[in-house]
Each structure stands twice: as structure tokens, then as C-alpha cells.
């Protein structure tokens, strides 16, 4: 991984952690206001994984040196991963918004959108994990060369 694609998926970290700690405030809000349990859990499902998702974006840049994988594949890793960043951050802000829960494909359209959105996210996720799994573990290899 390229010390620039390192920078990007650390900037794009502290943008998520940034968004999520905004959305706790509405969170809080939620629970001061008595929104209601479905509300404070999709608010803090939001703020919960948004903060989460930007640590995590987070170490991974930190973690670059121990990535060992093609430049193809750094990019894809990369590119999924910011992508992502868009993707789950504007469905479960949308979803808490509107009350759906995108767990399934039913409803109003825009719980559909909610669903797909999720859909799309867990399938780039697992398919990011599992590079950065795959990455790390050839790292092991390379880091005494």
C-alpha cells in the first residue's frame, strides 16, 4: 500500500469519525427528547458504527507496512473501502432518519434504497476484510526480507 493510499483511507477514517461523533449529538438528542426505543437504536446503531468504521479505517493506513499485496489489489482495497465510507455512513443516516432498519427489501421505496445500500456495504466489507486478512497474513512473510 502507497504511503498517499495510506493518507486516504486515514483521512477518509477521521471523516467517518467525524460524522459520527456529529451524529451522536442527534443520538443524545434522541434520548433526551424521548424519540422513542426504535429511534435511539437507530441513532445509536449510526453513531455506534460510524465512529467504529473511522477507527478502523484508521488502522488500517496505520497498518500499511504490514499489508502485502499486489498494487491491483491495494487500490481495490482502497477504493471499496472509501467507497464504503459513503455508501453505509448515508444508509444508516437516511435509515435512522426514516425509520427503516434495511433489513429487508420490502416497503417504501426508500427502505428498499436503505436495504441495497446495506446489501451493497456488508458485500464491500467482507470482501475488504477478507483482502485485508489475506494482506496481513502475507505480510507476516515479508516483513524479515
Known amino acids: 500500500m502507497t504511503h498517499k493510499q495510506a493518507g486516504l483511507l486515514i483521512f477518509h477514517g477521521a471523516l467517518l469519525l467525524f460524522i459520527g461523533n456529529l451524529v451522536g449529538f442527534i443520538f443524545a438528542?434522541?434520548?433526551v427528547e424521548n424519540w422513542g426505543a426504535d429511534a435511539e437504536r437507530a441513532w445509536r446503531v449510526a453513531h455506534t458504527s460510524l465512529v467504529l468504521g473511522g477507527i478502523i479505517y484508521v488502522a488500517i493506513g496505520a497498518a500499511r507496512n504490514h499489508i502485502a499485496l499486489s498494487q491491483r489489489l491495494n487500490s481495490f482495497l482502497v477504493r471499496a473501502l472509501i467507497g464504503t465510507a459513503y455508501v453505509f455512513p448515508?444508509?444508516?443516516i437516511l435509515g435512522a432518519n426514516?425509520?427503516?432498519r434495511g433489513l429487508s427489501e420490502?416497503?417504501?421505496p426508500l427502505h428498499v434504497f436503505v436495504f441495497a445500500c446495506f446489501v451493497v456495504s456488508v458485500l464491500a466489507l467482507i470482501a475488504t476484510s477478507a483482502l485485508f486478512l489475506w494482506g496481513t497474513y502475507?505480510?507476516?512473510s515479508h516483513e524479515d526480507a
Request: proline content about 7%.
Open 90 to 92: 448515508a444508509a444508516l
Open 29 to 31: 438528542n434522541a434520548i
Open 98 to 100: 426514516i425509520g427503516a
Open 106 to 108: 420490502d416497503g417504501p
Open 138 to 140: 502475507r505480510g507476516l
